[in-house]
Protein backbone atom coordinates (compact mmCIF):
# COMPACT_ATOMS: atom_id res chain seq x y z
CA UNK A 1 0.00 0.00 0.00
CA UNK A 2 2.81 2.32 0.42
CA UNK A 3 4.46 1.56 -3.18
CA UNK A 4 4.21 4.56 -5.68
CA UNK A 5 2.03 2.39 -8.06
CA UNK A 6 -0.35 1.25 -5.06
CA UNK A 7 -3.58 0.49 -7.13
CA UNK A 8 -6.39 0.84 -3.74
CA UNK A 9 -9.10 0.05 -6.62
CA UNK A 10 -7.48 -3.03 -7.89
CA UNK A 11 -6.51 -3.96 -4.51
CA UNK A 12 -10.21 -3.96 -3.51
CA UNK A 13 -11.30 -6.13 -6.39
CA UNK A 14 -8.63 -8.72 -5.73
CA UNK A 15 -9.83 -8.91 -2.09
CA UNK A 16 -13.59 -8.95 -2.98
CA UNK A 17 -12.81 -12.47 -5.19
CA UNK A 18 -10.22 -13.68 -2.58
CA UNK A 19 -12.90 -13.52 0.03
CA UNK A 20 -15.34 -14.81 -2.58
CA UNK A 21 -13.17 -18.15 -2.83
CA UNK A 22 -12.68 -18.88 0.61
CA UNK A 23 -14.09 -22.27 1.26
CA UNK A 24 -13.98 -24.53 4.47
CA UNK A 25 -10.33 -26.21 4.98
CA UNK A 26 -11.27 -29.81 6.66
CA UNK A 27 -7.46 -31.09 6.98
CA UNK A 28 -5.11 -30.71 9.53
CA UNK A 29 -2.12 -28.92 9.91
CA UNK A 30 0.84 -29.68 11.81
CA UNK A 31 4.29 -27.67 12.23
CA UNK A 32 7.54 -28.73 13.66
CA UNK A 33 10.89 -27.60 14.38
CA UNK A 34 13.61 -28.60 16.59
CA UNK A 35 14.90 -24.38 17.06
CA UNK A 36 12.83 -23.14 20.23
CA UNK A 37 13.02 -19.93 18.66
CA UNK A 38 11.81 -20.95 15.26
CA UNK A 39 8.87 -22.28 17.02
CA UNK A 40 8.37 -18.79 19.00
CA UNK A 41 8.68 -16.92 15.87
CA UNK A 42 6.32 -19.12 14.19
CA UNK A 43 3.68 -19.26 17.14
CA UNK A 44 3.65 -15.42 16.91
CA UNK A 45 2.90 -15.51 13.20
CA UNK A 46 0.02 -18.56 13.97
CA UNK A 47 -1.72 -16.15 16.42
CA UNK A 48 -1.04 -12.68 14.74
CA UNK A 49 -2.80 -14.42 11.67
CA UNK A 50 -5.39 -16.08 13.88
CA UNK A 51 -4.83 -19.60 13.08
CA UNK A 52 -4.09 -20.88 16.43
CA UNK A 53 -7.05 -23.44 16.18
CA UNK A 54 -5.97 -24.40 12.55
CA UNK A 55 -2.34 -24.93 12.97
CA UNK A 56 -0.62 -27.64 15.68
CA UNK A 57 2.82 -26.34 16.51
CA UNK A 58 5.35 -28.22 18.31
CA UNK A 59 9.29 -27.96 19.10
CA UNK A 60 10.22 -31.35 17.38
CA UNK A 61 12.88 -32.91 15.14
CA UNK A 62 11.62 -34.53 11.68
CA UNK A 63 12.87 -37.77 12.40
CA UNK A 64 11.05 -38.05 15.55
CA UNK A 65 7.75 -37.42 14.52
CA UNK A 66 4.86 -39.69 14.10
CA UNK A 67 3.48 -39.15 10.73
CA UNK A 68 -0.59 -39.85 10.26
CA UNK A 69 -1.74 -43.28 9.09
CA UNK A 70 -2.61 -42.43 5.12
CA UNK A 71 -0.08 -40.44 3.54
CA UNK A 72 -0.63 -36.48 3.15
CA UNK A 73 2.04 -33.50 2.12
CA UNK A 74 4.80 -32.78 3.96
CA UNK A 75 6.89 -29.25 3.27
CA UNK A 76 10.18 -29.03 4.65
CA UNK A 77 12.76 -25.99 4.74
CA UNK A 78 15.64 -27.10 5.97
CA UNK A 79 18.68 -24.63 7.28
CA UNK A 80 20.69 -23.37 3.88
CA UNK A 81 24.22 -23.38 5.44
CA UNK A 82 24.11 -20.09 7.73
CA UNK A 83 24.41 -22.24 10.72
CA UNK A 84 25.80 -25.47 9.19
CA UNK A 85 29.27 -26.49 8.04
CA UNK A 86 29.39 -27.76 4.36
CA UNK A 87 29.33 -31.42 6.06
CA UNK A 88 26.87 -30.87 8.30
CA UNK A 89 24.52 -30.07 5.42
CA UNK A 90 25.30 -33.02 3.19
CA UNK A 91 24.77 -35.16 6.74
CA UNK A 92 21.57 -33.40 7.06
CA UNK A 93 20.31 -33.83 3.73
CA UNK A 94 21.21 -37.38 3.85
CA UNK A 95 19.16 -37.86 7.47
CA UNK A 96 16.26 -36.02 5.69
CA UNK A 97 16.25 -38.82 2.94
CA UNK A 98 16.78 -41.34 5.21
CA UNK A 99 13.82 -40.23 7.33
CA UNK A 100 11.67 -39.53 4.26
CA UNK A 101 11.93 -43.20 2.99
CA UNK A 102 11.48 -44.94 5.98
CA UNK A 103 8.95 -42.72 7.84
CA UNK A 104 6.69 -41.14 5.21
CA UNK A 105 5.48 -43.85 2.85
CA UNK A 106 2.68 -42.47 0.70
CA UNK A 107 3.24 -38.82 1.69
CA UNK A 108 4.34 -36.02 -1.14
CA UNK A 109 7.38 -34.22 0.06
CA UNK A 110 8.48 -31.22 -0.94
CA UNK A 111 11.56 -29.62 -0.05
CA UNK A 112 12.91 -25.67 -0.41
CA UNK A 113 16.77 -25.37 -0.91
CA UNK A 114 19.22 -23.45 -2.61
CA UNK A 115 21.75 -25.96 -2.26
CA UNK A 116 21.54 -28.28 -5.83
CA UNK A 117 24.89 -30.33 -3.97
CA UNK A 118 23.63 -30.98 -0.62
CA UNK A 119 19.83 -31.66 -2.33
CA UNK A 120 21.76 -34.27 -4.17
CA UNK A 121 22.46 -36.54 -0.33
CA UNK A 122 18.60 -36.95 -0.14
CA UNK A 123 19.64 -40.00 -2.21
CA UNK A 124 15.88 -39.94 -3.49
CA UNK A 125 14.43 -39.47 -7.29
CA UNK A 126 12.98 -35.87 -7.68
CA UNK A 127 9.45 -36.11 -8.84
CA UNK A 128 9.32 -31.89 -9.65
CA UNK A 129 11.57 -29.38 -9.28
CA UNK A 130 10.34 -25.59 -9.31
CA UNK A 131 12.51 -22.81 -9.51
CA UNK A 132 11.26 -20.21 -6.80
CA UNK A 133 12.87 -17.46 -4.62
CA UNK A 134 12.96 -17.27 -0.71
CA UNK A 135 13.75 -13.78 -0.36
CA UNK A 136 16.24 -12.78 -1.65
CA UNK A 137 17.67 -16.71 -2.57
CA UNK A 138 17.50 -18.47 -5.93
CA UNK A 139 16.31 -21.52 -4.54
CA UNK A 140 14.27 -24.81 -5.91
CA UNK A 141 10.92 -26.40 -4.36
CA UNK A 142 11.47 -30.24 -4.62
CA UNK A 143 8.90 -32.82 -4.74
CA UNK A 144 9.82 -36.49 -3.60
CA UNK A 145 7.06 -38.92 -3.70
CA UNK A 146 7.36 -41.60 -0.83
CA UNK A 147 6.45 -45.36 -1.66
CA UNK A 148 7.58 -48.40 -0.40
CA UNK A 149 10.47 -50.72 -1.37
CA UNK A 150 12.97 -49.40 -4.42
CA UNK A 151 12.08 -47.69 -7.37
CA UNK A 152 12.60 -50.59 -9.55
CA UNK A 153 10.04 -52.63 -7.22
CA UNK A 154 7.75 -49.38 -7.80
CA UNK A 155 7.85 -49.22 -11.70
CA UNK A 156 7.25 -53.32 -11.80
CA UNK A 157 3.99 -52.90 -9.58
CA UNK A 158 2.85 -50.15 -11.73
CA UNK A 159 3.35 -52.49 -15.10
CA UNK A 160 1.39 -55.43 -13.49
CA UNK A 161 -1.36 -52.99 -12.60
CA UNK A 162 -1.16 -51.80 -16.37
CA UNK A 163 -1.78 -55.24 -17.48
Excluded at 40 to 53: D, P, R, T
Excluded at 154 to 159: D, F, G, I, S, W
Amino acid sequence: MKWDDYDAELWQRIRQEADANICDFDHEIWASDRSPKAVAIAEGNINYAHLQHDIHLMKKDMHDLTPPEGGGILIINPPYGDRLEEDDIDELYEEIGHTLKHNFQGFQCWLITDDAVALRHVGLKPTAKIPIWNGPLECRFVRFDIFEGSLKDKKAREAEEQA
